[in-house]
């Protein structure tokens, strides 16, 4: 039962580390979109970038909700 909890409380850790990480690359992301003058291109790309951390912080989001949940009902 203790490494079960020990095994979510490390997971959940990640998770939150990997949305805190996303977070931060975000807001790089969005700085840079917004300080420099983009070609149609690169302005697409950076769009993508931004959506796929995004994407990131979901997965991790729902991951972390689930562990929460096993943690609060042990």
């Known amino acids: 039962m203790i490494q079960k909890k020990e095994k979510e409380y490390v997971e959940l850790a990640v998770d939150l580390n990997d949305i805190y990480e996303s977070s931060n690359k975000i807001d790089r992301l969005i700085r840079e979109t917004l ?4 070609n149609q291109e690169k ?6 970038e931004i ?16 562990e929460l949940k096993q943690l609060l009902n042990t």
């Open 35 to 38: 300080r420099s003058s983009l």
């Open 43 to 48: 302005l697409i790309k950076q769009l993508i």
């Open 51 to 66: 959506e796929i951390e995004l994407d990131h912080i979901h997965w991790h989001y729902k991951s972390l909700k689930k």
